[in-house]
């Protein structure tokens, strides 16, 4: 394992199948974050009074201070693209019949971006710093995942 892999297809490979199951628990931050996004629809972020940074999801700490936060900031729904990709092959490295955008938005009150899907960006190219929203699916379909949230849309 000492040796430097420089091209991805040089990687040698070993099919199989591995039987293992875990489970997440998304912490105290997360659930009232996938909570707040299931039932009212909307992003809760934590706002750190000691330096100021919201993030987003909710957390329960804050990473530069180590200050006690809680899940009391509610921000977007939109935001300014800081990123994105276009992805062309599924995980398996399966072509994608059509490519998925991947956009990574600073949404409004936070510091921190959340990284969703781009929905139906059209033919005008992705600009970074162009406003996009995110777009929560109706109540009633809501199940509590970060599916909850369909992607992001552009602003008009
Ligand atoms: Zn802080």
Same mark, same amino acid.
């Given at each position: ?90 995980? @398996? ?45 109706? @109540? ?9 949230? @369909? ?6």
């Amino acid at each position: 394992m000492l040796e430097k892999i420089a091209r991805p297809d040089e990687i040698r490979r070993w099919p199989g199948d591995m039987p293992v199951r875990h489970r997440y628990t998304p912490g105290v931050g997360g659930d009232a974050f996938f909570t707040a996004l299931h039932e009212r629809g909307v992003v809760l972020g934590s706002h750190c009074a000691a330096c100021g940074t919201t993030y987003v999801p909710a957390r329960r700490f804050c990473e530069r201070d180590f200050s006690e936060l809680s899940a009391d900031t509610e921000v977007g729904p939109a935001g300014q693209l800081v990123s994105f990709t276009i992805v062309f092959a599924g995980i @398996e490295g399966e072509p994608l019949d059509r490519p998925d955008v991947l956009g990574a938005v600073r949404l409004d009150g936070a510091d921190a971006v959340l990284i969703h899907r781009v929905l139906e960006p059209g033919e005008e190219p992705l600009e970074i710093g162009e406003r996009l929203e995110v777009v929560v699916r109706p @109540e009633g379909e809501r199940t509590g995942s970060i599916l909850d949230i @369909e992607g992001f849309r552009r602003t008009d």
